[in-house]
């Protein structure tokens, strides 16, 4: 199943537990992170029990994977797409607005298991 996808953080943290199925699907596809599910990472794991080792493990998989930065384009899109949600009344988590515009800017279907994910108007989403 190759395709183009952005990573959202739950699906990283599937990977990092050992999910074959997820494994699997990373090896066929074209994959991308934000810089804000990095973020929700290395957050994770200062407060995790085996820090230093969750860290270095994020640092090793963020050095061999491509990482997608926010820009100007990329505020357009997080402005139409928050004001959309507030529109219909389908707040969501700052930082999936923010990883909801880059996917929707660069085209790439968000491989997550929120669905909330669901009220972003323009948004190719999967559940993985």
Known sequence: MAGRFLLDTNVVIAFFSGE??????????????????????????????????????????????????????????????????????HPIPENDIWIAAISIQHGLTLATRDEHFNHVDNLERENW
């Open 20 to 89: 074959k199925r997820i494994a699997e699907r990373l090896a066929e596809a074209e994959v991308f992170v934000p810089t804000q599910v990095l973020g929700e990472l290395y957050y994770g794991a200062r407060k995790s029990a085996r820090a230093a080792e969750n860290l270095a493990r994020i640092q090793r998989f963020a050095a061999a994977i491509e990482i997608l930065f926010c820009d100007g384009i990329t505020a357009w899109f997080y402005s139409e797409v928050k004001d959309r949600l507030r529109l219909k009344g």
